[in-house]
């Protein structure tokens, strides 16, 4: 069975730091890429950032030169450290590990999901 474990959130004042982590357990395929999404009320979850098994990163606008993700292949952990955190940071923070299946007719794609950590960001 498939868990992601994450761990991190809470509540930050504004110009401050946290760490999220998301170790993933039970996976039997190849892992592609890891990420992070997050979600406010009422609004679409969007990616955060996400590296793949290379190392590739890729970031929204909106985080860059503030959140770092980084990967323990090893550990089948995912790691986003975010710095000078505003406001509007402020989310429910979803880790996602996407797969690859690889079987007769090519190769197919899963995602999983963990159950999301909330970061506040005092003002």
């Known amino acids: 069975q498939v868990q992601l474990e994450e761990s991190g959130g809470g509540l930050v004042q504004a110009g401050g730091s946290l760490r999220l982590s998301c170790a993933a357990s039970?996976?039997?395929?190849?892992?592609?890429?890891m990420g992070w999404y997050r979600q406010t009320p009422g609004n679409q979850r969007e990616l955060v950032a996400a590296i793949t098994s290379g190392g590739s990163t890729n970031y929204v606008d909106s985080v860059k030169g503030r959140f770092t993700i980084s990967r323990d292949k090893a550990k089948n952990t995912v790691y986003l450290q975010m710095s000078s955190l505003k406001p509007e940071d402020a989310a429910v923070y979803y880790c996602?590990?996407?797969?690859?299946?690889?079987?007769?007719?090519?190769?197919?794609?899963?995602?999983?999901w963990g159950q999301g950590t909330q970061v506040t960001v005092s003002s």
């Open positions: 996602n590990v996407r797969v690859e299946i690889r079987h007769i007719m090519g190769v197919t794609q899963a995602d999983y």
């Open positions: 039970g996976i039997l395929f190849s892992i592609d890429t």
